[in-house]
């Protein structure tokens, strides 16, 4: 457990800190998802932190979710991959 928590500890800063340069910055970290030069961060504000502003926060938590688009419920990875395509005009990522 100890072990766990500790390579956890040692990961999660860097990852962490790779996907708020994703997010920010797509163009520039995720080229090849990209077909516009648009950021998350232009449309969720504030590294997705702003309210009212499409936030990021607790949304672990509310998926799946029905979505209307769809027609049916979907993931939180689901949700990101369908911003990459329709927000970002760039393609899905396997993994979201
Ligand atoms: C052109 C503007 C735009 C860009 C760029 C954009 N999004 Fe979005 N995104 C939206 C809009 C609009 C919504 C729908 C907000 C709502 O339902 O209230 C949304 C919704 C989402 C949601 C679901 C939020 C929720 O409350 O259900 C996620 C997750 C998300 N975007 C992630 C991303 C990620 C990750 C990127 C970058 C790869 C990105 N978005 C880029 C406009 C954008």
Redesign the pocket.
């Known amino acids: 457990m100890a072990a766990i928590l500790k390579r956890a500890d040692s990961n999660m800063p860097a990852l962490a800190q790779q996907g708020k340069l994703i997010?920010d910055q797509?163009p520039k970290y995720a080229p090849k998802y990209t077909g516009n030069q648009?950021?998350?961060n232009?449309?969720?504000l504030q590294s997705g932190t702003a309210s009212l502003a499409?936030p990021?926060v607790d949304?672990a938590g509310?998926f799946p979710m029905f979505n209307k688009r769809a027609g049916h419920v979907i993931s939180?990875q689901n949700?990101?991959q369908e911003?990459?395509t329709r927000?970002?005009a760039g393609r899905a990522s396997a993994r979201g």
Do not use: G, N, V
Request: glycine share 0%; hydrophobic share 45%.
């Open positions: 997010f797509t648009l950021s998350c232009d449309c969720h499409a990021m949304l509310l939180l949700r990101i911003c990459f927000s970002e």
